[in-house]
């Protein structure tokens, strides 16, 4: 057998490679995808994908957690919990009568919120009459509500996968169903954006409380997150976790949500896909219909903070009785900058399988780490975020043992050219990764609208694949240097304390 | 000067999009026509079965030019016995980072993520497997790789030892998350701690295992016999067939795996409490034990389970109360054994009680109240409408068809499905809700911080605390020096110097009994703690303390026959044995125990350090050094193993301060540091020694 040497032969499989995805390039998806942006400037994209007799959807509103201020931290995340309490004929005995009470609701919250966070000459006495008319207002209330007739209705309809999520950059709302409920599906995904139905809205509020409960406070790494990403951003909402602050959740109301609502959710701040059993020449005209039905608005304003550079190297220690952990974060463009391939191609080499570096090095050679990454991204992409990494370090090591072989890999980065097959095998696993990705619905849903919101351009996808094609080992070396300099980085670790002694008697002995 | 015809166009427009919104009215929901579902052929997999009893179940996708294979194995982690828990885990891993004879598992790495082709191993309770995840055009290169891995792992010692420290590195963490916690003690007590399914591995179990376990697994379980290998993708199914048979054709038949492992022993009902200091939420679980998926009554199973989450855990606790993020669970059915009735929920620590509540009356109402029509009927729907997505896809089917293969189920026993939901009444669920759901069974587990619940936990009875303590790996023999079989010389002379500084033996023999009053600081999670100590120690072996907290009082007494404690409004319970054993251990190395019964312990001196003699106490395997001032026989300090959850490494404790009481000295002050920082401090009030003992300050009172 003939010998190739290593370059040639990363070149011909890369030319293999190239050669197999050519059915499933932007060219055929481009054949079966249509884009459209209705009058009310909501953007749609149809998908056909006639395998079974089911269909996916996402919708993605290009507003989350980022555009919330102090005071309604979290209030982003409680529309996923609204978007399952239904409208004014699903979800309701009377809808006429529940919107008076729930008016009064916020009459009575309004009076009891401005009395209770009186900094002076509260008068406690008033504040507990006002809370509990506040409560007998959501009693009454309570009285015309038909308990998650919304979810239940999607789900004898066969809905599967129904859920949502609230990030940093945007807000997504997703499931699936069978084909033949394409209208049904229509006419509840449409009504959800009509206008905003805020039923059961402050207990919601306390099921968020616990879910920051559960995430957040009582988890160790959940605290970890919040202080770290709370140190890394001074100005910029990054700096905050999506769940919000608790006083932020004891506080806000449904007339702060309505108001959110009216900014956020209008169609031009909107995208909708649809991938499946669907054709799109009966989906359109139905999508048309419903949700051409939501108002015209303008698109809220961009968000105007800049998280400004940061010059001083950030460290945040929690000392708790988990096991240790290891994080450190580098401030990065958006991912819509130029540059955006050359990071992609760094998380690739530092964390991608048990050839990346930080694997070799860390969990392989040293054994001082059960899994060591870096990844883009966090805690979102549409500002500049943070390359971060994260440890886990092995029993008996402590998260700052971590900082000293981390760097050593990162000044690799810095200062060696990646050799041109590694760079290749990322290349390739890069192109074979977007080929995985392509065989189901709800996938492709989503990626469709976040890239569409994101990027502007669903194609960006596969286009991005491309740019990663290009990246040079100089255009690593490039971002790497400007990257991971010390005054740019946030570090945030749990080390391990010892509490006390244990024995009740006496040590005295 | 605009033109009148785009004035006009616009106006046309304009009143266009207006009247949309009048023109299009939407229906009621009820309105909404749904035309019948386009009726699909289900694609079946090509079944082959091998003489030597291999079975390929091969199914077409030319979708995307990619294929994927797994190799499901009889034989897991429920055949392995309690000894080497985890075994299968590390073989799971070490299987594919260990390599072949011809590839190190490195070199493996290299090549197919060159590749960016996947092969992999796993590992779970019921099956080992072998997996594979490349490109069309890669497969004739990577199949032989499959292959060559699956029959001749190496099992290189260097991964079998990283695997190793992965998992200690695992269970070293596996108490962090309270609601991994939860989870992890609610299936023992469903199975049984004994019960192959809730078996944990454990740094002694995980320490016994060597490369020939993992070499003996591997030709206990990998034979044709006991193998289906299911394929999907981008080839031609005759084409693969004969591949296959080629790869596959000659390979002997071999042992056949075990039959499924029954459960066992599935623990008590009760209440059960895992105590954590640094949550505001609790983590509750209700469990029982289960049913299998053959059962006739799964189908009605199902559609309980459906309105037990949707119409009464989910919608009560959750949407009408507010009290919780995280609730639901249900009747489970395992394929091959019995499953577990689980039911959770998390809410935080000021509501746990009535959470628990909410969650008992629901149980409670599956038997008393009649399930409605309209609930047996929208939890019909919601299975049968959803059931398309059992098949929405062909590598779906694949794994369908893999696991109706393994666990021996009929072929159409996804197909049969939809009829039996049909068939589901109210008076069924009624019926399957009485015999599955049984509430005198449960055990109910809370992990939690129990001083901030609403309403004390032992108001539902009594409660039994679980110690979730790691149990810590004894030091190899190799990494401490052998403790002497025999006293030196040298050594019981050190402790006769030691006798007469405390006064004597004479004197140290005639102490029956010493009761001391002391303060102390405690380093906690929450800072600093200053309790006070009341401890009465009745020779040889008998123990009391009465500790006063910030929260209230607590009572220890360990003797010979018992050890029970009690705590601030938790009544009384026995002491966990680890921490009975701890106290034990501790107790064996105090001062004036070693000098009265000096015949139990062998005595050696190791050396000097810091001016002091080192005297070694060795008992039980376990050694204690005392620093002596060779002057005056002074104990300086103690040098001693740290106990308990937080233990890392030696505890020193430094005697400040002696005095004497009844002509016998006592320390008086000392200081403890762990790991370089100081975790305590102690300070003796008052000392009397041959105090009366009252004998009922050891018996357990009525509970």
């Keep these: 057998m003939r010998v190739r040497s290593r370059l040639a032969q990363a070149a011909g499989l890369l030319m293999l490679v190239a050669s197999t995805m050519q059915a499933q390039d932007l060219a055929s998806f481009e054949k079966k995808t249509t884009v459209r942006k209705l009058a009310n400037g909501l953007t749609v994209i149809i998908m056909e994908?006639?395998?079974?007799?089911?269909?996916?959807y996402a919708t993605v509103v290009n507003s989350g957690s980022s555009q919330e201020v102090a005071g309604i931290t979290g209030l982003a995340h409680m529309f996923e919990h609204m978007a399952f309490k239904g409208n004014d004929v699903i979800g309701t005995k009377d809808w006429k009568s529940e919107q008076a009470a729930m008016a009064k609701i916020e009459e009575a919250y309004a009076a009891y919120d401005r009395e209770r966070h009186r900094e002076v000459g509260r008068d406690d006495a008033n504040v507990a009459q006002l809370e509990k008319a506040w409560r007998d207002s959501i009693a009454a209330a309570d009285k015309f509500v038909v308990t998650d007739e919304f979810t239940k209705v999607a789900e004898r309809n066969g809905a599967v996968g129904l859920n949502a999520f609230t990030a940093h950059d945007i807000t997504a709302y997703f499931f699936s169903l069978p084909s033949n409920r394409l209208e049904l599906w229509a006419y509840l995904e449409s009504e959800r954006y009509r206008q905003p139905f805020l039923r059961e809205f402050y207990k919601e509020r306390d099921v968020v409380m616990e879910e920051r409960r559960m995430r957040v406070e009582s988890s160790p790494f959940g605290r970890l997150l919040e202080q770290f990403i709370s140190a890394a951003f001074i100005a910029h909402p990054y700096g905050l976790r999506g769940?919000?602050?608790?006083?932020?959740?004891?506080?806000?109301s449904a007339t702060d949500a309505k108001e959110f609502f009216k900014v956020h959710y209008v169609p031009s701040n909107m995208v909708i896909a649809l991938v499946g059993d669907?054709?799109?020449?009966?989906?359109?005209?139905?999508?048309e219909k419903y949700f051409g039905r939501l108002p015209k608005a303008?698109?809220?304003?961009?968000?105007?903070?800049?998280?400004p550079q940061q010059k001083s190297e950030r460290t945040v220690i929690l000392r708790e009785s988990a096991q240790p952990m290891y994080m450190e974060g580098y401030h990065r463009p958006a991912s819509t900058d130029p540059d955006d391939a050359i990071y992609s191609v760094m998380e690739m080499l530092m964390s991608s399988g048990r050839t990346s570096r930080l694997y070799k090095s860390l969990v392989r050679d040293k054994k001082i780490a059960v899994q060591a990454s870096g990844f883009n991204g966090f805690p979102g992409e549409k500002y500049p975020n943070l390359f971060t990494f994260l440890i886990v370090p092995t029993a008996g090591n402590t998260a700052t043992a971590m900082s000293e072989p981390l760097r050593a890999e990162i000044d690799r980065l810095k200062n060696e050219d990646v050799p041109a097959d590694e760079l290749a095998s990322v290349k390739t696993r890069v192109k074979a990764g977007l080929l995985r990705q392509l065989d189901s619905n709800a996938g492709l849903a989503l990626q469709l609208a976040q890239y569409q919101t994101l990027h502007g351009d669903w194609r960006e996808l596969f286009r991005e694949v491309d740019d990663i094609d290009k990246v040079t080992a100089a255009d690593v070396r490039?971002?790497?240097?400007?990257?991971?300099?010390?005054?740019?980085?946030?570090v945030g670790m749990i080390e391990r304390q010892a509490p006390a002694a244990q024995g009740a008697k006496g040590d005295s002995k | 000067m605009r033109s009148m015809i785009r004035i006009a166009g616009a106006a046309a427009l304009a009143v266009a999009s207006m009247a949309s919104p009048l023109l299009a009215q939407v229906k009621h929901p009820r309105e909404i026509k749904t035309p019948a579902l386009r009726q699909v052929r289900v694609p079946q997999p090509k079944r082959v079965q091998l003489d030597n009893g291999m079975v390929f179940l091969l199914m077409e996708d030319h979708e995307l030019p990619i294929i994927r294979g797994t190799a499901r194995i009889r034989g897991g982690g429920r055949d392995v016995g309690a000894a080497k828990a985890g075994l299968t885990g590390i073989l799971g891993s070490s299987w594919r980072t260990g390599g072949t004879e011809s590839r190190t598992g490195d070199q493996l790495d290299e090549f197919l993520e060159s590749r960016a082709a996947i092969v992999e191993t796993g590992a779970s309770d019921d099956s080992t497997s072998v997996s594979l995840n490349v490109l069309k055009a890669d497969f004739d290169t990577i199949f032989p790789i499959f292959l060559d891995l699956l029959r001749n792992p190496a099992f290189r010692q260097e991964k079998i030892d990283l695997a190793k420290t992965q998992a200690n590195t695992g269970i070293s963490r596996r108490n962090d998350e309270p609601g991994a916690i939860a989870t992890r003690e609610a299936i023992k007590l469903g199975f049984g701690p004994d019960s192959p399914y809730a078996r944990q591995p454990e740094y002694a179990t995980i320490a016994s295992i060597t490369r020939d376990d993992l070499l003996a697994l591997h030709k206990r379980f990998v034979h044709p016999n006991n193998i289906i290998l299911g394929m999907v993708?981008?080839?031609?199914?005759?084409?693969?067939?004969?591949?296959l048979r080629t790869a596959f054709g000659s390979w002997a038949r071999g042992p056949q795996a075990p039959p499924p492992v029954a459960t066992v022993n599935p623990s008590k009902a009760g209440i059960y409490y895992v105590g954590r200091e640094d949550v505001n939420q609790s983590s509750i679980q209700l469990v029982h034990g289960g049913t299998m998926r053959n059962n006739p009554d799964y189908p009605a199973i199902q559609v309980l389970n459906d309105i037990l989450n949707t119409d009464r855990l989910f919608a009560k606790i959750r949407t009408e109360q507010g009290l919780a993020y995280m609730v639901g669970g249900g009747v489970g059915s395992d394929w091959d054994h019995p499953g577990l009735f689980r039911v959770q929920v998390g809410t935080k620590s000021g509501t746990t009680m009535q959470a628990i509540e909410s969650v008992r009356t629901e149980l409670a109402a599956l038997h008393s109240a009649p399930f409605t029509a309209e609930e047996v009927l929208r939890a019909r729907e919601s299975i049968l409408n959803a059931h398309i997505f059992t098949m929405d896809s062909r590598a779906k089917v694949l794994t369908q068809m893999v696991n109706l293969e393994f666990y021996g189920y009929p072929a159409d026993w996804y197909q049969r499905y939809p009829s039996l939901i049909d068939k589901v009444t109210p008076a069924d669920v009624a019926r399957v809700a009485k015999q599955y759901v049984t509430p005198d069974k449960v055990a109910l587990l809370v992990v939690g911080k129990e001083k901030d619940f609403d309403k004390p936990l032992s108001g539902l009875g009594t409660v039994t605390p679980i110690d979730v303590t790691i149990p810590e790996l004894n030091a190899a023999p190799s990494a401490k020096p052998a403790a002497p079989a025999a006293n030196s010389a040298e050594g019981l002379a050190l402790l006769k110097k030691v006798q007469d500084f405390v006064g004597g033996k004479a004197k140290i023999d005639a102490v029956q009994s010493v009761r001391t009053v002391a303060s102390a600081t405690r380093k906690t999670p929450q800072g600093p703690m200053d309790v006070e100590i009341e401890s009465l120690t009745q020779y040889p072996e008998r123990y009391r303390a009465v500790v006063k907290m910030p929260m209230g009082e607590m009572t220890m007494v360990v003797t010979p026959d018992a050890s029970f404690m009690s705590l601030p409004g938790m009544g009384v319970r026995d002491l966990p044995a680890s921490q009975r054993d701890n106290f034990r251990a501790d107790a064996k190395s105090e001062i004036l125990t070693v000098l009265k019964y000096p015949e139990r312990y062998t005595f050696a001196v190791s050396g000097t350090e810091k001016n002091a003699r080192v005297l070694e106490i060795t008992a039980d395997a376990e050694?204690?050094?005392?620093h002596v001032d060779p002057a005056s026989g002074r104990v300086l300090r103690k040098i001693s193993r740290g106990r308990g959850p937080m233990a890392q490494g030696d505890q020193i404790t430094e005697y400040t301060e002696w005095k004497s009481f009844g002509g016998i000295q006592f320390p008086t002050a000392a200081s403890v540091t762990s790991n370089g920082e100081q975790v305590g401090s102690t300070q003796v009030k008052s000392v009397e020694v041959n105090a009366a003992v009252d004998n009922k300050q050891f018996e357990r009172p009525a509970a």
């Design chain 1, 49 to 56: 994908r006639p395998e079974a007799p089911v269909f996916s």
């Design chain 1, 278 to 287: 669907v054709k799109t020449s009966e989906a359109m005209p139905l999508i």
């Design chain 1, 298 to 307: 303008p698109a809220p304003p961009a968000l105007r903070t800049v998280e």
């Design chain 1, 478 to 490: 490039r971002v790497a240097n400007a990257t991971f300099v010390d005054s740019n980085r946030t």
């Design chain 2, 233 to 243: 993708g981008d080839f031609d199914a005759a084409q693969m067939e004969q591949k």
């Design chain 1, 243 to 252: 769940i919000g602050h608790m006083s932020d959740l004891q506080s806000f």
């Design chain 2, 623 to 626: 050694t204690v050094r005392w």
